[in-house]
């Protein structure tokens, strides 16, 4: 067990809606990585917060967005759902002063 | 842009056989970072191993050992007498310092499916 809990753990909704994933980071981490693997593209980073705020962005599509609230924990939130956004969405939390990252259970998104 | 490249796409082993995983990386950094991580069937990405770009010494963990030759820009995985439980899907990654913003995302490769037969 990394210590990093995402919600929910499956996900299944059809094209056209919108969903929200979150991510509980470790206990200290301030970091927090988003990252989607899907069978043609592997996996790939999204974005990346630190203690509140956007430090990073990778190839994040713009109907997808994220935040990180007070309390440290993400939510990645994917709107206007196509049948390409199925995909396993990890998160990964990593603390201060630390490259290593260690990632939650994942949360696997079927859109219909 | 950096790159992670694992040649080997599935490897078969029978039980206590050695396997060595390898990995290969581009980078223009002198400065980066290399893991690998472990994908078991239940799906969840466990971490193995960190590296940093100026630490080539091997390392060795029990069953498992790392090559790091900066020379072959290669970080290779040995698994020594391996068993059934290291079926799994092994990732390489890289991330580098020069990232910005003290943000250290990870570059994975494709991936390498390790399956141990009894």
Redesign the interface.
Known sequence: DSGVTQTPKHLITATGQRVTLRCSPRSGDLSVYWYQQSLDQGLQFLIHYYNGEERAKGNILERFSAQQFPDLHSELNLSSLELGDSALYFCASSGANTDTQYFGPGTRLTVL | AQKVTQAQTEISVVEKEDVTLDCVYETRDTTY?L?W?KQPPS?????LI?RNSFDEQNEISGRYSWNFQKSTSSFNFTITASQVVDSAVY?C?L?EAS?????????????TKLSVIP
């Open positions: 970072y893991f991580y799906g969840e990405l466990v971490f960190r990732f990654a991330s990232s910005g913003a003290g943000s250290y995302q990870l570059t994975f490769g494709k991936g």
